[in-house]
């Protein structure tokens, strides 16, 4: 089983920055395909960002385009994403997850992802 642990989360004013870091333990993610989710009460989980499975090629949800950026380092293990000029509607609870296929691309479907963290919590007041 791959395990993920999120962190970096926190309050924020809008328009502020955080930087949220998942680490990858278990079985290795280098391999895969990676991305970060986001939840809010009474909302289906929504993909943020992607990316592939060396950092070669990345994609994001339309609301957050030019504003968040994912990187990976797989010497390390982990999967980041800088958040820039965070609104409200950003608040949310942030997870990472891992493509269950490797050597794919990236996608922010949820349903071929697996090994879901217990998430950091992002709020943003004004």
């Known amino acids: 089983q791959v395990r993920l642990v999120e962190s970096g989360g926190g309050s924020v004013q809008a328009g502020g920055s955080l930087r949220l870091l998942c680490s990858c333990s278990?079985?290795?993610?280098?391999?895969?395909?990676m991305a970060w989710f986001r939840q809010v009460p009474g909302k289906e989980r929504e993909g943020v960002a992607s990316?592939?499975?060396?950092?070669?090629?990345?994609l994001y949800a339309d609301s957050v385009k030019g504003r968040f950026t994912i990187s990976r380092d797989n010497a390390a293990n982990t999967l980041s994403l800088v958040m820039n000029s965070l609104q409200e509607e950003d608040a949310a609870m942030y997870s990472c997850?891992?493509?269950?296929?490797?050597?794919?691309?990236?996608?922010?479907?949820?349903?071929?992802?697996?090994?879901w963290g217990q998430g950091t919590q992002v709020t943003v007041s004004s």
């Open positions: 278990g079985k290795t993610c280098s391999r895969y395909s």
């Open positions: 997850a891992r493509r269950m296929g490797y050597l794919l691309g990236a996608n922010l479907d949820v349903g071929v992802y697996t090994g």
């Open positions: 990316i592939n499975y060396d950092g070669g090629r990345t």
